[in-house]
C-alpha cells in the first residue's frame, strides 16, 4: 500500500509541475499556447485519474504473504 502511495503522490506532482506553468501561460511567449478545449480535456482526465486512483486504493488487496505478516505481528 505504501508503495502505491508513492507512485501516485509522484504521479501527481509530475502532472503538477508540467501542467501548472502550461495552463499559466509560461510557453505564451515562445508562441506556444493552449486551447481552451485542450485545456478542459486535460482537466476531466485529471479528474478521471485522482478518480481511478481512489478507486485502486479502496480495491487494493494485499498479497496473501503480507496479510500473513500483518496478522503475525498483530497477535505477537
Do not use: C, Q
Not at 3 to 18: C, T
Not at 51 to 59: E, Q
Amino acid at each position: 500500500m505504501y508503495l502505491i502511495l508513492i507512485v501516485l503522490i509522484f504521479r501527481a506532482i509530475v502532472y503538477n509541475m508540467v501542467g501548472v506553468p502550461i495552463a499559466a501561460g509560461v510557453l505564451f511567449p515562445v508562441g506556444a499556447r493552449l486551447d481552451a478545449s485542450w485545456a478542459a480535456l486535460l482537466m476531466a482526465l485529471s479528474s478521471v485519474s485522482v478518480v481511478m486512483s481512489s478507486l485502486h486504493l479502496k480495491l487494493y488487496k494485499p498479497p496473501k504473504a503480507l496479510r500473513r505478516y500483518e496478522e503475525e505481528t498483530r497477535a505477537a
